[in-house]
């Protein structure tokens, strides 16, 4: 009897050893959710999106916002289709909930003024930045646009931008083409940045 006492002791304690490694590993490596790239805006061809890499993007992460998200503790996606239409998602898990809120406020500022700082380091370049107001989604999301034009070799490129926020964590979207405003899928981009907003923590 007390032999069969030890051996059922010590698989009980085998099977919650092998509990422990099942659960905590998984808890200790939780992270925001990404977007998929049949989440972005309906395109003509389809998109493809890249696994998710540790830090920002090269050359400061951010159009418009460049080296405002700090790479510690961001992870990043970027996304394209065979019509150079392209995009990136960039999301950081901030140290506090004020410190989101504070990221959250320098990137809106940087978005919003990011047509006349483009305009002033590019002469001859016209940009315009235009806010489009808030996405109801947990703290809040906002879009922004960007329309550019460089007379000297004729192209023109719109983007948009969102920047959201759930508790601690702030997510990034830019949505990119060669076009004018009245190319940009505004209405999809709102719908795209609610589910990256959404999907962050289930």
């Avoid at 304690?13 to 490694?21: Q, R, W």
């Avoid at 890249?50 to 998200?69: D, H, M, R, S, W």
């Avoid at 759930?166 to 609610?194: E, H």
Wanted: proline content about 6%; charged content about 15%.
């Amino acid at each position: 009897m007390n032999k069969l006492r030890t051996a059922l002791a010590a698989s009980a304690a085998a099977a919650l050893g092998l509990a422990a490694l099942a659960t905590g590993p998984a808890q200790a490596a939780a992270q925001p959710a990404f977007l998929a790239a049949s989440q972005m805006p309906p395109s003509s061809t389809p998109w493809t999106a890249t696994q998710v890499f540790t830090g920002v993007p090269e050359n400061g992460g951010a159009l418009c916002a460049p080296y405002k998200i700090p790479a510690q503790n961001s992870r990043y996606r970027e996304f394209s289709t065979e019509l150079d239409t392209n995009g990136v998602q960039i999301t950081t898990v901030a140290r506090t909930e004020a410190d989101a809120v504070k990221l959250v406020d320098t990137l809106r500022k940087a978005l919003a003024g990011c047509g006349p700082l483009l305009e002033r380091q590019n002469p001859g370049l016209k940009a315009v930045s235009a806010a489009h107001g808030k996405v109801a989604v947990e703290e809040g999301a906002w879009v922004y646009s960007l329309d550019t034009a460089d007379p000297q070799v004729g192209n023109t490129d719109i983007h948009l931008f969102s920047v959201g926020r759930d508790g601690r964590t702030v997510t990034f979207v830019r949505w990119g083409q060669m076009g004018d405003f009245k190319d940009a899928p505004l209405t999809a981009f709102k719908a795209t940045t609610k589910t990256a907003v959404n999907k962050l923590w289930p």
